[in-house]
């Protein structure tokens, strides 16, 4: 199973809106609505931001909001703050009844 | 408040074995699927492996991997999940979390502070 594909950087301006895509396959990504994004500071565990594709748990900013279409999903964060700089994650559930997760992009709020 | 603590994390030589902990609290541990991601120093995550609850019978699945080599296993009495790893190699080294997948859903809700495995040839 390899890891899903992600940009490895992207960057935006503070109020800017910017989106991460993850693509994967119809065995992964194309085949469940079972996709989460992760959001990871340096040193510290991720944090759940979305799952299942478009759901965000208690607690997370609007701000931030998922999509898919095809073997392909993203992620969106609006109104760019200077805290939003981290690495983010997607992951989805497989066929093979495991997880795979994404290589990773580093967000840069320039 | 949900919390997830790791422990048994160290140095270990190639080969070796090593057994992760994950003790739990504030949620009802015995009916929350377990799993353990990973992620080699300056690298990404990688999912390791998953335990279903007893009603599940225990079911567990790895990432190829680690196949024949790690096993997780839990002790509801305990409310802690385990992580034995044998057979270690070099590029097992990472920092091992332990993550609660949330109920009907396949997102991890939940992250432990995560242990350090080094394993050293």
């Known amino acids: 199973q390899s890891a899903l594909t992600q940009p490895a950087s992207v960057s935006g301006s503070p109020g800017q809106s910017i989106t991460i895509s993850c693509t994967g396959t119809s065995s992964d990504v194309g085949g469940y609505n079972y996709v989460s994004w992760y959001q990871q500071y340096p040193g510290k565990a991720p944090k759940l931001i979305i799952y299942?594709?478009?759901n965000r748990p208690s607690g997370v900013s609007n701000r931030f909001s998922g999509s898919k279409s095809g073997n392909t999903a993203s992620l969106t964060i609006s109104g760019l703050q200077a805290e939003d700089e981290a690495d983010f994650y997607c992951?989805?559930?497989?066929?093979?009844?495991?997880?795979?997760f994404g290589v990773g992009t580093k967000l840069t709020v320039l | 408040e949900v919390h997830l603590v790791e422990s048994g994390g160290g140095l270990v030589q190639e080969g070796g074995s090593l057994k992760l902990s994950c003790a739990a609290s504030g949620f009802s541990f015995s009916d929350s699927f377990m799993h353990w991601v990973r992620q080699a120093p300056g690298k990404g995550l990688e999912w390791v492996g998953r335990i279903k609850s007893r009603g599940e019978r225990y079911a567990t699945a790895y990432v190829e991997p680690v196949k024949g080599r790690f096993t997780i296993s839990r002790d509801d009495s305990k409310n802690t999940a385990y992580l034995q790893m044998y057979s270690l190699k070099t590029e097992d080294t990472a920092v091992y979390y332990c993550t609660r997948q949330l109920t009907g859903s396949a997102g991890f809700d939940s992250w432990g502070q995560g242990t350090l495995v080094t394993v050293s040839s």
């Open positions: 992951s989805s559930f497989t066929s093979s009844s495991t997880w795979v």
């Open positions: 299942d594709v478009i």
